[in-house]
């Protein structure tokens, strides 16, 4: 195999490939990436056996000399690729190692045996549906903060898709607090549901290359593809159920306030200064055209910070974690909020003027 | 021919004498170990409060003959031996003929029974002292014995029974333990109108675990089956995650008696050595049978002490055939290494902490000579405000290292301080936890979706009784049915993942220390829980910024509250003594 092309776009490819090969030792080859060069192009592959990336290099940008395939270590291949200073890299095989030039430099790297390196899977002919890319970056942005980092109820490290009635639903919580988010995607778009690993949607992002680019979705049985393009990330699916999220959206809330999004985002983070790291809470008081957030941290001193509401009814004082207020505050740039709520133990419902939903659920005294 | 005798003199006295009853738990177990001996295939035990009123255990085994019924209150009286001899081969549950007369001795008994081969049932009434009645009744093959007024002739035993609901925990588990090793025979357990749990008979040991503890740790379950000359062991062993803070999820069985036995449980803590986390305990179920003469059951009258005649070898086979079994499923945590854990400078700054340890110890010059223990150190910086104020000052780069995920490195005035990191932290948690609940209660995050928690009958009635104390925790726990609990809400102060363990660490403490808690007591001990459940763990890899906030928390520590268990957070190499160690002095 022989290939040549520009540094830049083999960097790329190379990075994209060692942020999926794993650095666990328990399975070396997995260690590495894979690139192919055929008549077709070249493809950089790499996975974890979770997760698998193929990413296509066009031939504008890298030139292929003689078709093969090379195994080679994936995060030795970045840094070099990252440090070269050449605006081109050539990669030629030979017996056993494989050499890659830039410039004045020259590096001999030992190969793998390309016959050790699982295959990763083709998407099925038919695609679930279309998105476009960046709309489902957004998506995904405003409800993969919310999973949990390493529940046991695994089901919720992921986030659910779904598709209804040709609108894509996705939906995240770590069990305390829910994000959930919806957009059509067309009558014809089926899909069933299914739950992706953060890691996967992470890799998904960086798919998308151009503006106005379209991401297509489709699922066999244990996975889902993720296809644009440039290239494809394949992830396993997380098996396990979902939390039936529908209940838990409440319906029947009916203290509405409504505030700026960025004046509650800065008195949110005001009053979260002080509060104790082992027991994170801030007491939230709606009152007539008025919101006062108090926090206390043992020992430190207390904060109490106002802002503008428009609210009527009866006062409520309700308690909550102040990073679950940040975090959706953070996710969403809409000018507005609102935050509907009925009793200091129960869900709080927020929503942004783009149709995000975050369920809150308070902190609590007896 | 009557199947029950009296037993000669000499057989008699070489039997294990003492108290047989103490407690309504010590009448359930005399009367179903019988009803197992009579080859029962369903047993049903009912109680009024909690045994003290009423004891019923009904049996469909072998029943009795009128003869040895009568004869079956006498002291000595039974069926099961017959000569010194058999005394070193038993192998049934009970040997010594004492349980009924000794029942009989301190409560109202009734007995109902048919032998198989009879055409009538008889009615047995017996009073303290020993005023016997008989006479014809009417009842299928089998047994029902009724015990009322547990103790009515002795008031100051009476006022040592403890509180219904403790009564029926004791009695709880112990019915539960016998079900696990009879899992052929159906048995049920009622309070009152309350059905505590009502078991059918199960194909397995692992179906009959399913039934009390849930389908999902029944599928968990590892089975380890072998043995050695004679003496056969099958375990079914919980993944370390089930893992207690008590040894009380290990139940172990000597030719299917529930026993407490330290050869049996120190096997199993050997065959866990590595694997568990320290201070935490298995749940396992281990059955081990072995030829009658090599076990000696006559050790203690309540028959649950045991002694082996080749103790090292049980001890050498049991352990060796769990470990073997855990070594194949390849459930051993791995260390996971810190992000400081690869580089060289982590690496050789850990080995030398680790030769210095190593010569601390073997020198046992521990604190005497420059190494000071860290336990009040933290609030002697913060209160008298002094010059040494290693931990608050903010930090160049590099002079905080965390070393294996594990330990803190820091350089300070004196020297280098080593800190545990999740001693540390526990203990500003608990600081923080008890001073909240001095306040008043702890905040509860609610959830959306409540965590359920499969659950014991003796477990479900633990918490039962406590939810009052675990709502001041934060804890909102509701008892859904049968076998599940539900938690609405846990310590806010807890991370996000440790949800499921902290649940069975407190139900698993509440089950083990009954009612017999003071509330402060309680209180403390959940304390300590949930500050354990909440720290950082040894092994989380930590960032700068998080390494300095949690230096700097510690100085607004009160040193009153000292570390939750006892061990120092911080050690000190002071300049001194590493100029004496590198002979600059
Ligand atoms: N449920 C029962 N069904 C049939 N026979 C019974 C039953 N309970 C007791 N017996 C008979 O009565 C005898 C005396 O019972 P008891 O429990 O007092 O002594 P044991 O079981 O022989 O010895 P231990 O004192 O160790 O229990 C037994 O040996 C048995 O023959
Ligand atoms: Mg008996």
Same mark, same amino acid.
């Given at each position: ?50 997760? #698998? ?14 078709? #093969? ?116 995607? #067309? ?125 009527? #009814? ?53 | 021919?009557? @199947? ?63 003869? %040895? ?41 009734? +007995?109902?029974?048919?032998? &198989? ?40 035993? @009476? ?12 009695? +709880? ?13 159906? $048995? ?28 999902? $740790? ?22 370390? !995650? ?29 065959? !866990? ?10 749940? &396992? ?5 072995? &030829?009658?003469?090599?076990? %000696? ?16 070898? /049980?001890?050498?086979? /049991? ?8 070594? @194949? ?79 803190? =490195?820091?350089?300070? %005035?004196?020297?280098? &301080? ?14 923080? /936890? ?20 499969? =659950? ?26 049968? %076998? ?5 809400? !846990? ?19 509440? /089950? ?11 209180? +403390? ?27 700097? @928390? ?32």
């Amino acid at each position: 195999m022989e290939i040549r092309g520009k540094r830049e776009a083999l960097a790329e490819s190379f990075g994209m490939a060692q942020a999926i090969a794993t650095t666990r030792s328990t399975r070396p080859v997995l260690q590495n990436l894979l690139i192919t060069a055929t008549k077709d192009g070249v493809v950089v592959s790499a996975t974890d056996m979770e997760i #698998g990336l193929k990413w296509h290099i066009s031939s504008e940008d890298c030139e292929v000399l003689k078709e #093969g395939s090379v195994l080679l270590p994936a995060a030795r291949m970045a840094q070099i690729a990252r440090s070269l200073e050449s605006e081109e890299i050539s990669i030629s095989e030979g017996e056993t190692l494989c050499v890659v030039k830039g410039g004045r430099s020259k590096f001999d790297v030992v190969t793998e045996n390309v016959e050790d390196f699982p295959a990763i899977p083709d998407p099925p002919a038919a695609a679930a549906l279309e998105i476009d890319a960046a709309k489902f970056a957004e998506m995904t942005h405003k409800t993969i903060f919310a999973s949990a980092k390493e529940s046991t109820r695994y089901a919720l490290n992921g986030v659910h898709l779904e598709v209804k009635d040709g609108v894509l639903e996705m939906v995240a919580t770590d069990g305390r607090r829910m994000a959930l988010i919806k957009e059509k995607v #067309g009558k014809q778009a089926k899909m069933p549901a299914a739950i992706v690993p953060q890691k996967a949607l992470g890799q998904v992002e960086k798919l998308k290359t151009a503006a106005e680019e379209k991401l297509s979705i489709s699922i066999s049985e244990r996975q889902i593809f993720f296809k644009a393009a440039k290239g494809l990330v394949v992830s396993r699916l997380i098996e396990g159920h979902f939390p039936p999220y529908g209940d838990v959206i409440p319906k029947d809330n009916n203290k509405k306030a409504v505030l700026s999004r960025a004046g509650l985002l800065s008195a949110m983070r005001q009053a979260a200064l002080m509060t104790s790291e082992e027991s994170k809470s801030v007491l939230m008081s709606f009152d007539d055209g008025e919101l006062t957030i108090t926090g206390r941290a043992p020992d430190e001193g207390t904060s109490e910070v106002k802002a503008d509401v428009k609210y009527e #009814g009866d006062k409520i004082d309700i308690r909550f974690n102040p990073q679950f207020i940040i975090d959706c505050l953070t996710v969403t740039d809409s000018e507005d909020m609102t935050i509907e709520m009925k009793e200091p133990s129960t869900p709080a419902l927020i929503k942004d003027q783009t149709g995000f939903l975050y369920v809150a659920m308070p902190i609590h005294i007896v | 021919m009557p @199947k029950v005798g009296i037993l000669p003199p000499d057989v008699a006295e070489k039997i294990a004498a003492g108290e047989v009853i103490e407690r309504p738990a010590s009448v359930v177990k005399e009367l179903v170990e019988n009803a197992l001996d009579a080859g029962a295939q369903s047993i049903r035990v009912e109680l009024e409060k909690g045994g003290k009123t009423l004891i019923r255990v009904a049996d469909d085994g072998e029943g009795m003959s009128r003869e %040895d019924l009568e004869l079956s209150f006498h002291r000595h009286a039974t069926s099961k031996i017959k000569s010194v001899d058999d005394l070193f081969a038993i192998n049934t549950m009970g040997f010594r003929g004492e349980a009924l007369a000794s029942i009989a001795a301190v409560a109202r008994v009734r +007995t109902v029974t048919r032998a &198989a081969d009879d055409e009538n049932a008889w009615e047995a009434t017996i009073e303290p002292p020993s005023h016997l009645e008989i006479k014809p009744a009417g009842r299928a093959r089998g047994t029902t014995v009724e015990v009322r007024d547990l103790f009515f002739s002795i008031p100051a035993r @009476k006022k040592f029974l403890s509180r219904d609901e403790t009564e029926l925990g004791h009695i +709880t588990r112990y019915l539960q333990a016998m079900a696990l090793s009879f899992p052929h025979v159906a $048995m049920s357990l009622a309070n009152g109108k309350r059905v505590v749990f009502e078991a059918g008979a199960a194909s397995s040991v692992r179906r009959r675990l399913a039934a009390f503890y849930g389908e999902d $740790m029944a599928e968990d379950l590892l089975e380890a089956e072998g043995g050695h000359e004679g003496l056969t062991v099958y375990a079914l062993i919980a993944p370390p !995650f089930y893992s207690r803070t008590n040894s009380y999820g290990l139940y172990t069985y000597v030719n299917g008696r529930y026993v407490r036995d330290r050869v049996l449980s120190g096997a199993v803590s050997q065959a !866990f050595s590595g694997i568990m986390e320290p201070r935490r305990y298995p749940v &396992a179920f281990v059955y081990v049978t072995i &030829a009658p003469e090599e076990v %000696d059951v006559n050790v203690h009258p309540a028959k649950m002490e045991i002694r082996f005649r080749d103790s090292g070898k /049980v001890r050498g086979v /049991v352990s060796g055939v769990l470990s073997g079994a855990l070594l @194949k499923a390849d459930i051993a945590p791995r260390i996971r290494e810190g992000e400081a854990g690869g580089s060289p400078r982590a690496e050789n700054i850990y080995r030398s902490i680790e030769a210095f340890y190593d010569r601390r110890v073997s020198a046992g010059d521990y604190g005497a000579q420059g190494w000071s223990q860290g336990g009040g150190r933290f609030a002697g910086q913060g209160q008298t405000g002094d010059a040494r104020t290693a931990g608050g000052e903010p930090l160049g780069q590099g002079s905080l290292l965390q070393v294996k995920g594990t330990y803190i =490195v820091q350089e300070t %005035d004196e020297g280098i &301080a080593i800190i545990d990191q999740h001693a540390l932290h526990e203990r500003i948690v608990y600081a923080d /936890v008890r001073r909240r609940l001095a306040e008043g209660n702890l905040a509860g995050q609610r959830l959306l979706i409540p965590d359920v928690v499969e =659950v014991t009958p003796e477990e479900r009635l633990a918490v039962e009784r406590s939810r009052d104390l675990l709502a001041r925790l934060g804890m909102d726990a509701e008892i859904f049915g049968d %076998d599940t609990v539900a938690f609405n809400s !846990f310590p806010a102060a807890l991370a996000d993942a440790k949800r499921d363990r902290l649940a069975r660490d407190v139900i698993s403490d509440l /089950v083990a220390s009954g009612s017999s808690r003071s509330i402060d007591e309680a209180l +403390t001990a959940m304390a300590e829980l949930i500050a354990c459940h909440a720290a950082v763990r040894a092994g989380d890899a930590l960032g700068a910024e998080e390494l300095e906030a949690l230096l700097a @928390k510690a100085e607004n520590t009160e040193s009153r509250y000292a570390c939750p268990h006892g061990r120092p957070t911080k050690l000190v190499l002071t300049f001194d003594e590493l100029e004496r160690r590198f002979k600059r002095r």
